[in-house]
Every structure is written in structure tokens, then in C-alpha cells.
């Protein structure tokens, strides 16, 4: 698998916007920053307030160190998303682009999608979240970076919305609005699961008439309980959508059934300098990232898949004594013990 990078344009604008919008983040400061949330992001989550983006030392230390994490997860889950939607001509391709990021936090998700490849012209891009001094700097934020990446094409048109997710996605059904892209990148594992009636309510605001019925993709930490709960919202729904990615078949999941696999993606990355640093000094892995993500359409059979689903699979464990783990048409195989390892998400065609 190729590394998966950020543009150096990503990286001028965090830097230029770090320096004007936090000249007292001093690279001591957000060190400490990062430590205090990275503890917080995963021990101690009780101790995060729930507005803590709209506090300047956390946001500084989240753009310099998790969001551009964030770009990456969502930029490795957008490739291969488009890569395996376009297969089955099931990438948007409006004339306007419609896309909404719920939960944007400063707009990773958004940011990957910019750089995912041709966009249309025209971009209309709503994000959604109720923190407002995050969604006020991802505004900001997306602007810049749409401008960097598309000299000559016009700005696109960014509104947002100060709401937590459920009013909002109640209001926006009711109003009939209308996306071809609903993102969710880190923020279903801040709400309480079951998340399938939260996602049912984002599936319903995407666009019927478009070729698949629009697209949603999921993105959350490759941790046991997030992985899982994802994976049972995609059964409960499996029946009316249609998966791209990360799975190859139509069914169920094979991992819910057992207590020690669940399903994430590993892919190399290269982490900007700052990031390395304090990955290192956190003892966190600081050459790749992971992820588990969902791929769907709102509509079921919305295209044949684009390999056959008995010739197609997805490895789903490390490399294990009795073979790797590979999950083919909805049920576990083995490879061959003497096969070389590979890794997790990666895919396989026989
Ligand atoms: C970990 S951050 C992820 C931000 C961004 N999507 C990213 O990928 O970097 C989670 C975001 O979800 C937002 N959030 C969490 N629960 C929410 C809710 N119920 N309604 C609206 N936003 C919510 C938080 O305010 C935060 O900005």
C-alpha cells in the first residue's frame, strides 16, 4: 500500500493559520496540550468537556496534531471509497456539489475531500457542529485550503450550522435539503451508540435522484467498541444501502460474532514533522494510521459489486499462527500460513 501523504498546501495552511490565530500556541504550550487531550481522547473521555474545541489551547493543540491525523484517515478512506464508488458508478458527479460534515470539528473531513481528486466546479459545503469557535475556524480553514488546492476555481460556498447533530438533522429532513457527500469523521464515537437512528436520519438527507442516492462515509478511531458499534449499525441497515467500503459483500458481518476480531484499515503514512515528535514522545505508532470507516449508499442494490463477492476479500487480522484472516463473502477464510502478512485492509482478489 502507498503511503498516504497530505498536500504541502494542507501543511502551509495550518502554519500561516496557527501563527495568526494562535500566536501564544508556542510549540512548549500545544506539547502540552496535545498531552492533556490525547489523555483525555482516550482514558479519561469523562474529563473532556463537551465544548472543548471552543477552548483556544485545545483547538490549537487538535489542529496541530489530530487534525492532520484526522486528513489522513479520512484521505485513505475517501481514496478508497472513490476508488471502488467509481468502479460501480456510484461516485457523485453532480454539476453542484452538495456535501454536509457533521460533527466537523476544523473540517478534516471536509479537507480530505478536497483532496480526493476532480470535484466539480462548483462545491456547496455545510458543516455542521455545536461547537461554534471550531465550526468559525473550519469555515476559515476550508476556505483557505480550497483556494490552495484550486487557484481558479471558484471558492466554494461554505455555510454552518451552530447545532448538535440530531435538531439539525430533523430540521434538515423536514426542510427537504438536499447532499450528494454526508461525511462523519470522530464524531458517532462522542454519542451514545446504538448510532443506526442517527444514521438512518443522515442516509435520509441525501439525494435520492443521484446515481446510487448519494453517498455517506463513516470514519471512527479503530478501537474495539467504536469498530463494533459502526459495524452493527451497518448490519442493522445492510438491508436498505448498499456498502462501497471497507466491505466487499452485501452481508452481514462475519466479526460480530466473535469477541476477540473487529474490522479496522492500516495504511503507511507520512506524518507531518510536529506530529512525528509528539507521537513519539506519547508513544503512539507514527508511521501510519488507522481506522474503521463505512462506506453506503441510501439505497439497497444500488449496484452490483464491483468484483464477485466469492472472489473478493478483505484481511481483518494481523498475521496469526493457522493463517492471516481474510473475510470473503460474508464469512471468515484463512490464508496460507506461509503467505507473507499483510495488512489489515487490504484487499484481495482470487
Ligand atoms: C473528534 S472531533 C472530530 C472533528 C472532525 N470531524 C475531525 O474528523 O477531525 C468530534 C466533533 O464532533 C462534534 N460533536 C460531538 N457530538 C456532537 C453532537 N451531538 N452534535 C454536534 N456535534 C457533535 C464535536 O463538537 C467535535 O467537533
Redesign the pocket.
Known sequence: MTPVALPQAYLDVTSAFMNERFPQATPKKVAGDVQRMSDA?TADREELP????NHPPSRSA?LAF??PQ??L??LSAIQETRRRAELRGLWPKPDVLRVV?????????TWALLASGDLPEQIEITL????KS??SD?RDLVLRVAAALRPGSPPPRVRTAV????P?LDKAAAEGWRYDIA?????????KPPWAPMIQCVLAILDGPAPGGGLMLI?EPALPPFARSLVEARDELVGSTTTIAPCTHARTCPLLRLRKDWCFTVRPARLPPFVIEQARRLGHQNEEVRYAFWAATPRAGAALPEHPEDRHGRIVSDPVPGGQVLCVAGERERRDERAPGLRRGALLRR
Open positions: 481522547f463537551g465544548s472543548y474545541l487538535y489530530f487534525h484526522q486528513v484517515r479520512a460534515d457533521l460533527g466537523a470539528g476544523l473540517g478534516a473531513m455542521v457542529d455545536h461547537q471550531a465550526l473550519a447545532s448538535q447533530l440530531q439539525w461525511l462523519l469523521g470522530g464524531v458517532l464515537n462522542e454519542i470514519v
